[in-house]
C-alpha cells in the first residue's frame, strides 16, 4: 500500500504532527506500547490497537486498511484482534474517537494556560477557531480521515450508541467556546446576542467544510487552494467580528 499525499498547497502531507496530536510514547510508533517482552500491559491492549489502525488509516485511508494490515502493524494474531473488535468500522470509530482525545488534550492545555485566561471572552474565542485551523492545516490527513469517516458511519448505518464515546469527545469542546462567548457577553467583548450553540456548529461545519475540500484538492482552477488557509482565516474573522461588533 502506498501512503497518501496532502493535495492541498499549505496543507502538510503526511500523518497526525506528533508534537499536536499523539499521545507521548515509549518509542516508536504504536509497537511502543509493548512491553519489553513483547507481551502488552495489562488494560493496553484494546488503546494498542486502536492507535495501530489510527496510524494505518490516516496514511492510507480507511477503505485501503484491511483487518490483517492491523494485526500485522500491531504484532497480533488476526483471531485475537476480531475477538476485540469484530468489525474494521468498530476500530475506524475508536480510532476518530481517539484522535479527538488527542485534540481535546490539546486545547484542556491551552483553556488552562496563564496566557489564555487574561484573554477576554471574544480573544479566547477567536484563538480556540484558530487552534481550529492551524490544527486542520497541520494535518491534512486527519481531515480526509474525518471525511471519509463520515462516509462510512452514514453508509454503514451507525446508531446513536455506537457513536456515545465519539460524540462525546465532539460534544466536549462546545463547553470551551461556551465559556468564552459567556465571558465576552460579561466583559463586553461580545456584544451581539446569538443561539450560540447554533453559532458554533455553524462555524465548526464551515471550517472543516473547507479544510475537507482543501485537502481533496482543486477540481478547478478558479478554486484557488493557493490561498486555502486565508479562507480559514476569513471564516474566524467573520465569526469573531459578527460577535464583537453587534448590530448596526
Same mark, same amino acid.
Given at each position: 500500500?502506498?501512503?497518501?499525499?496532502?493535495?492541498?498547497? *499549505?496543507?502538510?502531507?503526511?500523518? &497526525?504532527? *506528533?508534537?499536536? =496530536?499523539?499521545?507521548?510514547?515509549?518509542?516508536?510508533?504504536?509497537?511502543?506500547?509493548?512491553?519489553?517482552?513483547?507481551?502488552?500491559?495489562?488494560?493496553?491492549?484494546?488503546?494498542?490497537? %486502536?492507535?495501530?489502525?489510527?496510524?494505518?488509516?490516516?496514511?492510507?485511508?480507511?477503505?485501503?486498511?484491511?483487518?490483517?494490515?492491523?494485526?500485522?502493524?500491531?504484532?497480533? *494474531?488476526?483471531?485475537?484482534?476480531?475477538?476485540?473488535?469484530?468489525?474494521?468500522?468498530?476500530?475506524?470509530?475508536?480510532?476518530?474517537?481517539?484522535? =479527538?482525545?488527542?485534540?481535546?488534550?490539546?486545547?484542556?492545555? $491551552?483553556?488552562?494556560?496563564?496566557?489564555?485566561?487574561?484573554?477576554?471572552?471574544?480573544?479566547?474565542?477567536?484563538?480556540? $477557531?484558530?487552534?481550529?485551523?492551524?490544527?486542520?492545516?497541520?494535518?491534512?490527513?486527519?481531515?480526509?480521515? &474525518?471525511?471519509?469517516?463520515?462516509?462510512?458511519?452514514?453508509?454503514?448505518?451507525?446508531?446513536?450508541?455506537?457513536?456515545?464515546?465519539?460524540?462525546?469527545?465532539?460534544?466536549?469542546?462546545?463547553?470551551?467556546?461556551?465559556?468564552?462567548?459567556?465571558?465576552?457577553?460579561?466583559?463586553?467583548?461580545? %456584544?451581539?446576542? %446569538?443561539?450560540?450553540?447554533?453559532?458554533?456548529?455553524?462555524?465548526?461545519?464551515?471550517?472543516?467544510?473547507?479544510?475537507?475540500? &482543501?485537502?481533496? *484538492?482543486?477540481?478547478?482552477?478558479?478554486?484557488?487552494?493557493?490561498?486555502?488557509?486565508?479562507? &480559514?482565516?476569513?471564516?474566524?474573522?467573520?465569526?469573531?467580528?459578527?460577535?464583537?461588533?453587534?448590530?448596526?
Amino acid at each position: 500500500m502506498t501512503d497518501r499525499k496532502g493535495a492541498a498547497s *499549505g496543507f502538510a502531507p503526511g500523518a &497526525l504532527d *506528533g508534537a499536536n =496530536w499523539s499521545r507521548p510514547l515509549a518509542g516508536e510508533g504504536c509497537l511502543a506500547d509493548l512491553a519489553p517482552t513483547g507481551r502488552l500491559r495489562l488494560g493496553q491492549f484494546d488503546l494498542h490497537v %486502536v492507535e495501530c489502525a489510527a496510524e494505518l488509516f490516516l496514511r492510507e485511508g480507511i477503505a485501503s486498511v484491511k483487518m490483517i494490515d492491523i494485526a500485522d502493524a500491531a504484532q497480533v *494474531g488476526v483471531a485475537t484482534l476480531y475477538r476485540h473488535f469484530s468489525t474494521k468500522t468498530a476500530l475506524a470509530v475508536g480510532a476518530a474517537t481517539l484522535m =479527538w482525545s488527542y485534540f481535546n488534550d490539546r486545547i484542556s492545555s $491551552l483553556v488552562e494556560s496563564a496566557e489564555f485566561l487574561d484573554m477576554s471572552g471574544a480573544q479566547r474565542l477567536e484563538r480556540l $477557531l484558530g487552534e481550529y485551523a492551524a490544527s486542520y492545516v497541520q494535518n491534512s490527513s486527519f481531515v480526509s480521515f &474525518l471525511d471519509e469517516f463520515d462516509h462510512l458511519v452514514l453508509s454503514e448505518g451507525l446508531q446513536a450508541d455506537d457513536l456515545e464515546a465519539y460524540g462525546a469527545q465532539i460534544d466536549s469542546f462546545y463547553l470551551m467556546f461556551d465559556d468564552a462567548y459567556l465571558l465576552g457577553r460579561q466583559d463586553g467583548s461580545v %456584544v451581539r446576542e %446569538v443561539d450560540f450553540r447554533t453559532f458554533y456548529t455553524s462555524v465548526a461545519h464551515a471550517l472543516i467544510g473547507v479544510a475537507q475540500k &482543501l485537502s481533496r *484538492g482543486e477540481v478547478i482552477s478558479s478554486d484557488r487552494f493557493a490561498n486555502g488557509t486565508k479562507e &480559514l482565516e476569513y471564516i474566524i474573522d467573520m465569526a469573531v467580528s459578527y460577535l464583537s461588533q453587534g448590530t448596526t
